[in-house]
């Protein structure tokens, strides 16, 4: 057993799974990193890939080989240990496609490990209750695609006992991607919450990649960002505490300031006191964050309590078809004729092709995003008409697009700049499982 | 000399989505700011802005030591990625929505605005 380690630097390369891989490469070779963690799987990704895998494509990400080819020799050159949940639908898949990458780079030797067990698709009977009150599962209604627990930590920690270089997993907590490489490292027990809490404030404030470097960030006058096309993706340097700095690579875009570091923290958190994860309820509350120099910003304080006594669980179901095309008009009267080519494709869509399904006319210019809460301007110098809906019927979705076509010919006058698409839509729900239900698994491979 | 702003001159924002329910965390630029938009920007306010789009229960969480209130919005997301025709399914504009509102700022937190930098 080695003494513990001092401080641990961990840098995040991914904030999903269709991130920039030029970052991801420089934190590699100059980061002087311990771990390096990619976060490539949001919720409905997940699910996609397993319609991807159904219909005889890949189940893990479609990124994985290219990333890995770019961060692979640096990574092995400076003993990085790479944690990442590109292996989506399909881990086992993932880790031989990565280990064939190693081979490829000359790499023999490398050790990756496989965290299996998140998918549950097995244990599910129809009267399982969904959360956000959706009923049981059996009143759905729709096909399922897949179901997959949030996992935690331990088995990452596990298997980087076990000598992992590389841990690819499948669904797990976000921030459990940087927790288990701390709790390997510092030797975190499972049941230490306070320091439980700190760790997975720091997977947290890193798994959305440049989100805390200046990314989604910028506005400007207000909050500018320099280099904003060159982000830096960023690291913490964590101490056994669990006390961090957060920074990124000398010489890179974007910037951290307490301000980056505040609004990444509070992202997509609903009481701070209580951040649900497989791992912990962290409490975020009482967390102090310190500007301690350029680009170096410190945070402490994070506290937990006991995890959760279930996980959580995704499920996938094929949701029909998102149908959205769109036309352009400018000049004197722009927003009356984009108006009148919404009516035409309301009526058309109802009274030809018998669609029932709600129908969604935006006027891009005069307000759409804010549709609901504002107020329509009257009138702007060019108004993009979009018009969507969602239906299980693939003709109707089609005709969407067809009868955007014509308004090409058959609508108002100057009409321009048509597109249409239609995309099979995932809808996802979540549940509850018993713990005991699950069993995470660790597998070695060697490359 | 107080007055009335725009939201956007004296706190930042950035909204999430979990499904249906937006979060949305506004930062005041200041310690005067947070204490007047803590007064200002109740979830009643919000909703009677925005009642069309604000359906569902909002919570507030007030973190006053990062001068921070973070929003919690059920069924602000018009049925979020799942099911939303807004362009937006995600909600990642909400904030901008927020920041439009206006804001009365007392002395102090009037005196706090002049003296801000763009960024703490």
């Not at chain 1, 549940?431 to 699950?438: E, K």
Request: negative net charge; contains cysteine.
């Amino acid at each position: 057993m080695t003494a513990p380690a001092r401080r641990i630097r961990i840098g995040c390369g991914a904030g999903f799974s269709g991130d920039r891989i030029d970052p991801a490469r420089d934190l590699a070779e100059r980061g002087e990193l311990d771990f390096l963690f990619f976060e490539c799987l949001a919720e409905r990704t997940l699910a996609q890939a397993h319609a991807t895998q159904a219909a005889g494509g890949l189940g893990f990400d479609p990124h994985l080989e290219r990333r890995l080819e770019a961060v692979l020799p640096a990574c092995r050159a400076g003993a990085v240990r790479i944690v990442t949940n590109m292996g989506s639908a399909d881990p086992a898949g993932a880790a031989e496609a990565a280990a064939a990458v190693a081979r490829r780079l000359g790499l023999h030797g490398l050790r990756i490990a496989v965290v299996e067990g998140d998918d549950v698709a097995a244990l599910l009977t129809p009267d399982l209750a969904l959360m956000d009150g959706d009923g049981p599962l059996g009143d759905v209604g729709l096909p399922l695609v897949g179901a997959n627990a949030y996992l935690g930590a331990e088995p990452i920690a596990e298997a980087l006992a076990a000598g992992a270089d590389m841990v690819i997993t499948g669904r797990c907590a976000d921030p459990s991607l940087a927790l288990g490489p701390l709790m390997h490292a510092f030797g975190w027990a499972a049941d230490d919450w306070p320091r439980l809490g700190a760790g997975t404030l720091v997977g947290h404030l890193l798994e959305c990649s440049c989100q805390i470097t200046g990314g989604y960030f910028a506005d400007p006058g207000r909050k500018d960002v320099p280099g904003l096309a060159f982000l830096g993706y960023p690291f913490a340097d964590v101490t056994e505490d669990g006390a961090a700095v957060i920074g990124k690579l000398p010489g890179t875009g974007g910037l951290v300031s307490r301000r980056t570091v505040i609004e990444q923290m509070l992202y997509e958190v609903h009481d701070p006191a209580a951040y649900l994860t497989p791992d912990v309820t962290a409490d975020f509350a009482g967390v102090s964050v310190t500007q301690t120099g350029p680009d170096a910003v410190a945070v402490s304080g994070a506290g937990g309590r006991a995890r959760p006594e279930a996980y959580k669980v995704t499920l996938g179901f094929r949701g029909g078809f998102l149908a959205e095309a769109g036309i352009s008009y400018a000049g004197p009267a722009a927003a009356a004729r984009a108006r009148l080519a919404g009516e035409v494709m309301r009526t058309r869509m109802e009274a030809v092709h018998g669609c029932r399904d709600p129908i969604r006319v935006d006027l891009i210019g005069l307000g759409a995003l804010f549709a609901a809460a504002q107020e329509p301007a009257e009138t702007a110098p060019e108004v993009r008409l979009r018009v969507a809906l969602r239906t299980a019927d693939r003709d109707v979705a089609d005709a969407l697009v067809r009868e955007m076509e014509a308004m090409w010919i058959a609508g108002p006058a100057g009409g321009g700049g048509v597109r249409g698409r239609v995309t099979p839509s995932i809808v996802t729900r979540s549940a509850l499982l018993p713990r005991d239900r699950v069993r995470p698994r660790v597998r070695m491979l060697t490359a | 000399m107080s007055r009335r702003v725009l939201l956007h001159a004296v706190a930042s924002a950035r909204a999430g989505d979990k499904g249906d329910t937006s979060s949305v965390a506004v930062i005041a630029d200041g310690p005067a700011i947070f204490d007047d938009l803590r007064r200002q920007l109740t979830p009643a306010r919000l909703k009677a802005a925005f009642p069309r789009q604000f359906r569902g229960a909002i919570r507030r969480y007030d973190l006053p030591g990062l001068h921070a209130l973070n929003f919690v919005i059920e069924n602000g997301l018009e049925g979020g990625v799942n099911a939303s025709l807004n362009l937006d399914g995600h909600g990642k504009a909400l904030s901008y929505l927020l920041l439009g509102l206006e804001v009365d700022l007392s002395d102090a937190a009037t005196a706090e605005m002049q003296a801000a930098t763009d960024d703490d």
